[in-house]
């Protein structure tokens, strides 16, 4: 089954970009740098020379239970978000990876763990239950939202 994974649109987030750390406080965000930092609008990590913002975010907007927001790292000056279709970020692909799969009430009917080398396997599961719309992937250590997937 085909799917698509994507990044979070840097729009949100671009009025940040460029503020001083004093202005990002006041925005309940803080300008970090080094290598390794997972972006979620590019779904690339980050090289020692280039600042991530963390910032809080609401993932799940959904008016459930399910209803979420966590800190996620945003790529400072960030460009078009990853978008494709049967493609896995590396991001995604080296990191251990929760994945939930929620219906079109924002519901979580289904989740598991997976090594993200292994990805592809757990999607197909969650997918081919009729009952789930999305899927959001997670990196499982620390619980931060990753990326979305659906259908393709």
């Keep these: 089954m085909s799917f698509r994974i ?58 459930t239970p399910y209803r979420s927001r966590h800190a996620i790292y945003v790529r400072e000056q ?26 079109a009430a924002g519901l979580m009917v289904d989740a598991d763990v997976v090594d993200g080398a292994a990805i592809e396997g757990l999607i197909e599961r969650l997918l081919a239950q009729p009952k789930v719309d999305y899927i959001h992937a997670h990196f499982a250590r620390r619980g931060c939202y990753a990326a979305l997937i659906r259908r393709a």
């Design 78 to 103: 960030a460009g078009e978000a990853f978008d494709a279709i049967d493609t896995v970020a590396d991001a995604l692909r080296s990191r251990l990876l929760s994945l939930r799969a929620f219906d």
């Design 6 to 63: 994507t990044g979070l649109s840097a729009q949100p987030f671009k009025h940040l970009f460029g503020l001083s750390d004093a202005a990002l406080a006041d925005h309940g965000a803080q300008r970090h740098r080094g290598a390794g930092l997972p972006d979620r609008v590019e779904l690339r990590d980050t090289t020692a020379d280039e600042s991530v913002l963390l910032i809080n975010y609401e993932h799940q907007p959904a008016d």
